[in-house]
């Protein structure tokens, strides 16, 4: 019997920003390619980053600006597809945008018009796009994949899995990808909740609730790593751009290390002020150096108050310590519900890094989040979604 002429060449589960960017590339290369996902409303990621304006990438985006066990895999696909590259199509489809900070590039209008591009791309590069539609499992067959969906079966040459991490699961997030690793031998390195705001134990929570909306910018370290950005008090914790970079690095049972006035050497300032206004209160001082709210805060906690002249040195060490060394020990972090991304995932060492496809199953390729390949925050996580997208469709 003849074998069944197959209707696509590659199939991508996934039609988040990886395997979007993967299945145009496919397409482009003359590759009939099915795009398939469960969800009814596709990039639905792309949709509410940025606050709805998505920070598509970074232009400062280099390898440092990610976490891996395997700290080499991301340079050849961030080398051969660039954020140049991606702010060049962005630019050919007449999107305006505009750096908000750090390099961190934003849409002038909205992130549906990144979603627009795409799907405009995807069109002129014949990509059959099939939303709402489960997959109950994919099996290898011979020299291909079969993908068995509610919508039916369909056989291909390339599988591309581009499902993602396990981050926000009301918008689509599931463990598909990790299961299709395991399904084929390849191991997964443990996941854990990545870019996220962190919880404390009820003293310090109460702390952080009386000064929730405040905002300074701090250094946050975590061992030898350190981020300066924006902190934020919340009625939940602490969040802001610095804790949820440092978040990433946190491991449980861990200290982190805040410095709430980076530029203030806070005990230089305190004893430079108590011999030239002695008769000024501590908490009047400290205003100076941290919000007010926040110096009420610190000054209470530390259970001084009064003139700068009746307070010892040590005091005023000790104070300066919780302004420039604020030592704490998250409990937790705030989980999948509210992570930007998804640490840990297929390991890289299994894959080409030129290719993406599985090292021991040809034909299996793996784009995007659901690697072990995980970015800061700030536009990186995206850009790795278009370079390894990118170079996968070059080969699937
Ligand atoms: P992504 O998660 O985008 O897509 C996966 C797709 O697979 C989804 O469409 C999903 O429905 C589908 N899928 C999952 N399981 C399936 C299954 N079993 N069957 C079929 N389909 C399935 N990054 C950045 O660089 N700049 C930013 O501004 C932001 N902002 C941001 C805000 C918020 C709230 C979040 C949660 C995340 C961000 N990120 C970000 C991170 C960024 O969104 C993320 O890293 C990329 O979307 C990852 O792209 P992927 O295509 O790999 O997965």
């Given at each position: 019997m003849a074998p069944m002429q197959r209707s696509y060449d590659v199939i991508v589960i996934g039609a988040g920003a990886a395997g979007l960017m993967c299945a145009i590339e496919a397409g482009k290369r003359g590759r009939r390619v099915w795009l398939v996902d469960h969800a009814r409303?596709?990039?639905?990621?792309i949709r509410i980053a940025g606050g709805g304006f998505c920070n598509f990438t970074n232009l400062h985006t280099s390898p440092k600006n990610f976490l891996s066990q395997n700290a080499h895999f991301c340079k050849s696909a961030l080398s051969r597809y660039t954020?140049?590259?991606?702010?060049?199509?962005?630019?050919?489809?007449?999107?305006?945008?505009?750096?908000?900070?750090?390099?961190?590039?934003?849409?002038?209008?909205?992130?549906?018009?990144?979603?627009?591009?795409?799907?405009?791309?995807?069109?002129r590069a014949g990509v059959v796009l099939q939303n709402d539609t489960g997959?109950?499992?994919?099996?290898?067959?011979?020299?291909?994949?079969?993908?068995?969906?509610?919508?039916?079966?369909?056989?291909?040459?390339?599988?591309?899995?581009?499902?993602?991490?396990?981050?926000?699961?009301?918008?689509g997030a599931t463990k598909f990808g990790y299961d299709v690793a395991r399904q084929f031998g390849l191991d997964v390195i443990e996941t854990r909740p990545g870019l996220v705001p962190l919880t404390f134990q009820a003293s310090l929570l109460e702390r952080c609730q009386a000064l929730s909306g405040l905002s300074v910018e701090a250094t946050v370290s975590c061992g030898k790593v350190s981020f300066s950005e924006g902190l934020l008090f919340t009625h939940r914790g602490l969040s802001g751009p610095s804790i949820l970079q440092i978040s990433s690095y946190w491991r449980e049972g861990q200290d982190i290390l805040v410095n709430l006035a980076p530029s203030v050497d806070a005990f230089a300032f305190l004893k430079d002020r108590k011999k030239a206004q002695p008769k000024q209160e501590v908490q009047t001082a400290l205003a100076e150096v941290v919000p007010k709210r926040?110096?009420?805060?610190?000054?209470?906690?530390?259970?001084?108050?009064?003139?700068?002249?009746?307070?010892p040195d040590g005091a005023l060490r000790a104070l300066a310590r919780a302004v420039n060394e604020w030592r704490i020990r998250p409990a937790g972090t705030e989980g999948y519900r509210t992570a930007e991304v998804t640490l840990g995932g297929v390991d890289t060492n299994a894959l080409s890094s030129k290719t993406m496809e599985a090292k021991t199953q040809p034909g299996l390729f793996f784009v995007g989040e659901v690697m072990d390949v995980t970015g800061h925050l700030g536009g990186f996580n995206f850009q790795w979604a278009w370079s390894s997208g990118y170079v996968a469709g070059q080969y699937v």
């Open positions: 409303k596709i990039a639905e990621k954020q140049q590259d991606f702010i060049a199509l962005v630019q050919s489809h007449g999107i305006a945008f505009h750096e908000k900070k750090l390099g961190q590039l934003f849409c002038d209008e909205s992130a549906q018009e990144i979603i627009a591009m795409l799907l405009e791309e995807c069109r997959i109950e499992r994919v099996e290898a067959i011979g020299n291909g994949y079969r993908v068995v969906t509610t919508r039916g079966t369909q056989d291909c040459d390339s599988l591309v899995i581009a499902t993602g991490g396990l981050s926000i699961p009301k918008v926040l110096a009420l805060s610190i000054c209470e906690d530390a259970a001084l108050s009064g003139r700068l002249a009746d307070l």
